[in-house]
């Protein structure tokens, strides 16, 4: 009776069993703390937040005259306005706004006089043409969430962030050990019977691929002792063992004994071809698996369940494998009792995707090198005969999987925590956050642009929030009205109060320099609504048309010293460390549209809004009230 491998376990279940094992055990990626600059590439352990804010002083946008926006009042075409050297200065794009100055004109809209003077034909907004404090990442911002690869863009958020080091995911080390009498190292001139050894190469680029290092050890003879004495050392050494060849049925194929003496053997033996002969198994947390010497077998084994361990260690998400139709140009025959990967070479012919099957050999490497894709013959199928149409796996996809959740509407901090978690619960998901203002949200819920909104508007008739433009602006329904939190909103001012401002008329006072939000945002209109309660002229508030995009850059502003006081929610200016004048309790809710409301994206969503830990994270906070979050408000 022939060799029969001790199992021939499906390999979906091979790969699932294998992980749930290792995980038993503790497997799991290692953090290290890198310089930002050497980060490229690498995966976040945690959340990055910004230290400084970006810019972090109030600079000049444009080159010209810095100068008080009050002196240029007045100025037009026919009325222009003459400024004296003591009235302005000269700088350039970049460069510090001086003490005293709150607007920058643009050098060809100035003239200069023989006098030194300048005119001007047109006044100055205050602010114009100036980067506010923080314009583009404020001090406190999440700049990446835990689990995201960093592109060379986050680095740069990151420097100007003030982050010169981060926690990132170890990169596994995976050793890989060659091992034969018939293997050698590369050479131009081996001899009838040498095998050259580059299984190591190709596994070593392969690995590296994945975001992982590669150790290739010193190539090992057919003798037990000398195998497991360096399957030994790997196993110390390494986060990963590969030990290359001795898996099939020879006299001299002893890589199931080794393993098994070292730790324990899972499966020796998977339903797949190429690559049937793999062993799973492991020395403690560290893996250990027995890869057939056949190249294509090998390079299938570790893509089908080595990948899968490097990407639980690094917390990524597994590419998304792309297929597409395509009909076979010649019949493919495959045994019932496995699971078959055929390459093939793809072309489009008068319109149809063709496939042609290329050498099934598992010894045949270059064949990986030529092939445009592989079909995959499930376990139980004879095969396929010419002209079927077929699914092919493409090696080069024709698309990215898109799985992002968006968000669109009112700004708060929670947004970016929420985001946070979601990736960290479902490294699938992704959130994306614009911040437009409630109504810019409900506009793009009823565009279809996005899965969710915040919004917070006050009714100022009855002081309910949300429901009444939800039944304005979605008479016919076809959105859901789901329950977050109460946030207080009130004055944010500098810390100690030292302009002692004691409630919201205060803004109107002489001196003091307000900083607004965009108009559309809910928090403008609570503003417009209490001014008009308090019958306050905006146009006498200072800055009144001064505005900012989020709570944050709020408080950056008065933090910095720009500003006096402006309307904002207590987590922004607990994160600032600035005094807070509680004016009201809000309704910040979300938006869902009945198209997103059954996607897992929102489904995840909900889950974490009701979650303990969205609770604590909240309280830690500061400002808020949660009754009811996730559930659905009736309108």
């Known amino acids: 009776m022939g060799f029969e491998y001790l199992t021939n376990v499906p390999l979906?279940?091979?790969r699932e069993d294998y992980l749930a094992l290792l995980r038993e055990n503790g497997f799991?990626?290692?953090?290290?703390?890198?310089?930002?600059f050497e980060s490229c590439g690498r995966v976040t352990a945690r959340a990055v937040y910004a230290h400084i804010c970006a810019p972090h002083y109030a600079a000049s946008a444009m080159d010209g005259v810095a100068v008080t926006a009050k002196d240029t009042f007045g100025a037009t075409e026919t009325t222009p306005v003459k400024l004296q050297p003591g009235q302005f200065i000269v700088l350039d794009t970049g460069d510090p706004i001086p003490e005293g100055c709150d607007a920058v004109i643009m050098v060809e809209d100035?003239?200069?006089?023989?006098?030194?003077?300048?005119?001007?034909?047109?006044?100055?907004?205050?602010?114009?043409?100036?980067?506010?404090?923080?314009e583009d990442i404020c001090a406190g911002e999440m700049i990446l969430p835990?689990?995201?690869t960093v592109s060379p863009a986050a680095i740069g958020a990151m420097i100007a962030g003030g982050v010169l080091e981060i926690e990132v995911i170890r990169k596994p080390i995976v050793g890989i050990i060659p091992t034969g009498d018939e293997i050698i190292p590369p050479c131009t001139d081996p001899k009838p019977g040498d095998i050259l050894e580059f299984n190591g190469a190709i596994f070593s680029a392969m690995v590296k691929s994945w975001g992982a290092e590669a150790r290739v050890y010193p190539i090992v003879p057919d003798k037990f002792d000398k195998i497991k004495e360096m399957a030994a050392k790997a196993a110390s050494e390494c986060d990963m063992v590969l030990l290359n060849a001795g898996s099939s049925a020879g006299r001299e194929d002893y890589s199931a004994q080794v393993i098994r003496e070292l730790g324990q053997v899972l499966y020796h033996g998977i339903a797949i071809k190429p690559g049937k002969p793999a062993i799973l198994g492991c020395k403690g947390n560290v893996p250990i698996l027995g890869v057939p010497g056949y190249p294509v077998s090998g390079i299938i084994v570790i893509e089908q369940l080595l990948k899968p361990l490097v990407d639980c260690w690094l917390g990524v998400p597994a590419a998304a494998a792309q297929y597409a139709k395509a009909t076979l140009t010649r019949p493919v025959v495959s045994g019932l009792k496995y699971q078959e990967f055929v390459r093939t070479r793809m072309g489009c012919v008068?319109?149809?995707?063709?496939?042609?099957?290329?050498?099934?050999?598992?010894?045949?490497?270059?064949?990986f090198m030529k092939a445009d894709g592989i079909l995959e013959v499930p376990q139980g199928l004879e095969g396929y005969e010419a002209g079927a149409e077929v699914n092919v796996r493409l090696l080069s996809p024709m698309e990215k999987l898109q799985n992002t959740l968006v968000v669109i509407g009112s700004h708060d901090p929670l947004l970016d925590e929420l985001a946070d978690m979601l990736h960290?619960?479902?490294?699938?998901?992704?959130?994306?956050?614009?911040?437009?203002?409630?109504?810019g949200g409900i506009m793009a819920i009823r565009r279809g642009e996005a899965h969710a909104a915040g919004c917070h508007l006050l009714d100022t008739t009855d002081g309910s929030y949300n429901r009444s433009f939800i039944k304005k602006y979605f008479p016919k329904g076809g959105v859901h009205l789901v329950s977050c939190v109460g946030r207080q909103q009130g004055l944010m001012v500098a810390k100690g109060n030292p302009l002692n401002i004691q409630k919201f008329s205060d803004i109107a006072r002489n001196g003091i320099r307000y900083v607004n939000r965009q108009n559309g945002s809910g928090t403008r209109i609570l503003t417009d609504y209490l001014c008009k309660q308090e019958k306050l002229d905006t146009a006498s508030i200072y800055g009144y048309d001064r505005e900012e995009l989020t709570h944050t850059s709020v408080a950056a502003q008065i933090a910095s010293s720009s500003a006096d006081a402006g309307m904002g929610i207590y987590s922004a200016a607990k994160l600032y460390d600035l005094d807070f004048i509680p004016i009201c309790i809000e309704e910040y809710d979300l938006i869902i549209p009945d198209h997103a409301w059954d996607t897992p994206m929102v489904g995840q969503l909900l889950s974490i809004l009701k979650s303990d830990a969205f609770r604590e994270k909240l309280l830690r906070l500061g400002g808020y009230t949660l009754e009811n979050p996730g559930e659905v408000i009736p309108i």
């Open 146 to 148: 835990s689990n995201m």
């Open 28 to 36: 799991c990626g290692k953090i290290e703390r890198i310089p930002v």
């Open 110 to 134: 100035i003239v200069k006089n023989e006098d030194g003077s300048i005119t001007i034909h047109a006044a100055a907004a205050p602010w114009q043409h100036i980067r506010q404090i923080g």
């Open 12 to 14: 979906t279940q091979a």
């Open 350 to 367: 008068d319109g149809r995707l063709m496939a042609s099957p290329l050498s099934r050999g598992s010894g045949v490497v270059s064949s």
């Open 424 to 439: 960290l619960e479902n490294p699938d998901l992704y959130m994306s956050s614009s911040h437009v203002g409630s109504m």
